[in-house]
């Protein structure tokens, strides 16, 4: 196969870079020198082997368009070279204000700068603690919210590092069992907090963004008993208390099949899901929830993630967030919004351009099934070379997998030929498939062991917006990796 001289598609889902690793993402729009950005300040999984890193840095946006991303370097590292968990950045009046988390979230700092990208320097020990998360309302008064399986908010002082006396409260949502000790307290149950705390106002109520627990299954997704992969919400008219309602927002299962059909609300995930951070934000007229998933085969390399959300208010005042239904205008039910592989590009990633393996949004079948191929089975390779040119592969292929990305833009002509990189481990037959993991085939070609690249005509037309699916058929059904995805094209 000839090299093709085209462009990589940039700023999908993951959003920045495939060897960045940016979780926790709390989105902030800031105006700084007269322009308007969307800035990302979150963990930095850098160490590989453990959640986060020693150093914390920060990309942007220009509001009118996502898929744009700048670095801006490291803007803080922790004041005793420990590591550093999930931080908030606020603004308050001229200054911007890090909340970062030292210690792995056991001491919290507060470092200001002029400049949103920072550096963040004059650290302060605050009296907040884990996962912080801050609002500064509309009469400028402060509020701060964190915990880990219970949560707690105060109002600050000036200082913006102590609590305004008075103002302490606990559990304003009810906590869940705490996991990682031997004595476990809590409730168990749907509806109970975890952790990733962040407040937000919305059509004037206070809206709190956080990681549900949930220790039961839930059917209509897919999970089993004991998933945190939610970024959920409650809604009050007080910022310390009164939080109610709500629902999910956003989970990193991947896409969700309903192949039951005795129970057609039987959800099935295609994608691993793991621990989830992140919040909501209104970007030129639209929101966003921002979140992040997992790559390789632990939660140490995770990846930055958007899609577009829908929010509304009934007439009564409830806040819906997520994949709203309607019905005579009115909204009625929200859901978890899907998960994609373009992101911001919301009318879909250019075929024409070559698209990592490593944007794939459904990994699922192969030789044990499921989510990923199951246990020991499928997953997008952590990258960390800086070139515009690396992709991350899925490895661990095994017979019957399918790898799923949505959604592809081809305009109104259709493409002849579709080209692959792949490492073939054995002999192969590759299906490309659209609309569904089963949909219609419009190519299908065999790959013996050894081959990397194949150049393909297509068997039928396909035009406009789809997902597309390749299916990885090997000689046996067998555990053994039978290729490797590198990127694909279509011209």
Same mark, same amino acid.
């Given at each position: 196969m000839?090299?093709?001289v085209?462009e990589?598609?940039?700023?999908?889902?993951?959003?920045?870079?495939?060897w960045?690793?940016?979780? !926790?993402?709390?989105? &902030? +729009?800031?105006? @700084?020198?007269g322009?308007? =950005?969307? *800035?990302?300040?979150g963990?930095h %999984?850098?160490?590989?082997?453990q959640y986060?890193?020693t150093?914390?840095?920060?990309?942007?946006a220009?509001?009118?368009?996502?898929?744009?991303w700048t670095?801006?370097?490291?803007?803080?590292e922790a004041t005793?070279g420990?590591i550093?968990?999930?931080?908030?950045?606020?603004?308050?009046?001229?200054?911007?204000?890090?909340y970062?988390a030292?210690q792995k979230?056991s001491?919290?700092m507060?470092?200001?700068?002029?400049?949103?990208?920072?550096?963040?320097t004059?650290?302060?020990?605050?009296?907040?603690g884990?996962d912080?998360?801050i609002l500064? !309302?509309d009469?400028? &008064? +402060?509020?701060? @919210?964190?915990?880990?399986? =219970?949560? *707690?908010?105060?109002?600050?002082n %000036?200082d913006?590092?102590?609590?305004?006396?008075?103002?302490f409260?606990?559990d304003?949502?009810?906590h869940?069992?705490?996991?990682f000790v031997?004595?476990?307290?809590?409730?168990e149950?749907t509806?109970?907090?975890?952790?990733?705390?962040?407040?937000?106002?919305v059509?004037?109520?206070?809206?709190?963004?956080?990681?549900?627990?949930?220790?039961?299954?839930?059917?209509e997704?897919g999970?089993?008993?004991?998933?945190n992969?939610y970024?959920?919400?409650?809604?009050?008219?007080?910022?310390?208390?009164?939080f109610?309602?709500g629902?999910?927002?956003?989970?990193?299962?991947?896409?969700i099949? @309903?192949l039951?059909?005795?129970?057609?609300e039987q959800?099935?995930?295609?994608?691993?899901w793991?621990?989830?951070?992140?919040s909501?934000?209104q970007?030129?007229?639209q929101w966003?929830?921002?979140y992040?998933?997992?790559?390789?085969?632990d939660?140490?390399s995770r990846?930055?993630?958007?899609?577009?959300?829908d929010?509304?208010?009934?007439?009564?005042?409830k806040i819906?967030?997520?994949d709203?239904?309607?019905?005579?205008g009115?909204?009625v039910?929200s859901?978890p919004?899907?998960?994609?592989s373009?992101g911001?590009?919301?009318?879909?990633?250019d075929?024409?351009?070559?698209?990592?393996?490593?944007?794939a949004c459904?990994?699922f079948g192969?030789?044990?099934?499921?989510?990923?191929?199951?246990a020991?089975?499928?997953?997008?390779?952590?990258v960390?070379?800086?070139?515009?040119?690396?992709?991350?592969?899925?490895?661990?292929?095994?017979?019957?997998?399918?790898?799923?990305?949505?959604?592809?833009?081809?305009?109104?002509?259709?493409?002849?030929?579709?080209?692959?990189?792949?490492?073939?481990?054995?002999?192969?037959?590759?299906?490309?498939?659209v609309d569904?993991?089963?949909?219609?085939?419009i190519?299908?070609?065999n790959?013996?062991k050894?081959?990397?690249?194949?150049d393909?005509?297509?068997?039928s037309?396909?035009?406009?917006?789809?997902?597309?699916?390749f299916?990885f058929?090997g000689?046996?059904?067998?555990?053994?990796?039978i290729?490797?995805?590198l990127?694909?094209?279509?011209?």
């Amino acid at each position: 196969m000839s090299k093709k001289v085209k462009e990589y598609i940039k700023g999908a889902n993951p959003y920045m870079p495939l060897w960045e690793h940016v979780p !926790d993402g709390e989105p &902030r +729009v800031f105006e @700084y020198n007269g322009e308007k =950005r969307v *800035y990302i300040y979150g963990s930095h %999984d850098m160490l590989k082997t453990q959640y986060c890193g020693t150093d914390q840095v920060v990309w942007s946006a220009p509001v009118d368009d996502l898929t744009n991303w700048t670095y801006h370097g490291v803007c803080y590292e922790a004041t005793d070279g420990s590591i550093l968990y999930a931080p908030d950045v606020v603004q308050k009046g001229d200054t911007f204000y890090l909340y970062a988390a030292e210690q792995k979230g056991s001491v919290v700092m507060v470092a200001s700068s002029k400049n949103p990208a920072g550096p963040f320097t004059n650290p302060v020990k605050t009296e907040l603690g884990f996962d912080p998360g801050i609002l500064v !309302d509309d009469d400028g &008064r +402060v509020y701060a @919210y964190w915990g880990f399986c =219970r949560c *707690y908010c105060a109002e600050l002082n %000036d200082d913006m590092a102590t609590i305004k006396e008075g103002t302490f409260h606990s559990d304003p949502l009810s906590h869940c069992k705490n996991i990682f000790v031997d004595k476990l307290d809590g409730a168990e149950g749907t509806d109970y907090f975890f952790e990733a705390s962040s407040p937000r106002k919305v059509m004037g109520k206070y809206v709190y963004i956080y990681s549900k627990r949930y220790d039961v299954p839930v059917a209509e997704q897919g999970t089993s008993a004991g998933c945190n992969g939610y970024l959920s919400y409650k809604v009050s008219d007080n910022p310390l208390e009164g939080f109610k309602d709500g629902g999910d927002i956003s989970f990193n299962g991947g896409e969700i099949l @309903y192949l039951d059909e005795k129970n057609p609300e039987q959800g099935t995930m295609t994608y691993r899901w793991g621990n989830n951070h992140g919040s909501i934000m209104q970007v030129e007229g639209q929101w966003y929830i921002f979140y992040h998933r997992q790559t390789g085969t632990d939660e140490f390399s995770r990846q930055a993630m958007l899609e577009p959300v829908d929010v509304a208010m009934d007439k009564n005042g409830k806040i819906f967030i997520g994949d709203i239904t309607y019905e005579n205008g009115e909204p009625v039910k929200s859901v978890p919004v899907e998960m994609t592989s373009q992101g911001p590009h919301v009318n879909g990633l250019d075929a024409y351009k070559w698209i990592s393996a490593g944007y794939a949004c459904h990994l699922f079948g192969g030789a044990s099934g499921g989510a990923n191929g199951g246990a020991g089975g499928a997953y997008i390779k952590a990258v960390y070379e800086q070139t515009d040119d690396v992709t991350a592969p899925v490895v661990g292929i095994t017979s019957g997998l399918t790898a799923g990305f949505r959604y592809l833009q081809f305009g109104n002509t259709s493409p002849k030929t579709v080209s692959v990189q792949i490492n073939a481990l054995e002999d192969i037959c590759v299906n490309v498939r659209v609309d569904g993991y089963k949909g219609k085939c419009i190519a299908s070609f065999n790959m013996n062991k050894g081959d990397k690249e194949a150049d393909v005509a297509l068997s039928s037309a396909v035009v406009g917006k789809h997902a597309v699916y390749f299916e990885f058929l090997g000689k046996t059904s067998g555990s053994s990796s039978i290729a490797e995805f590198l990127r694909f094209t279509f011209d």
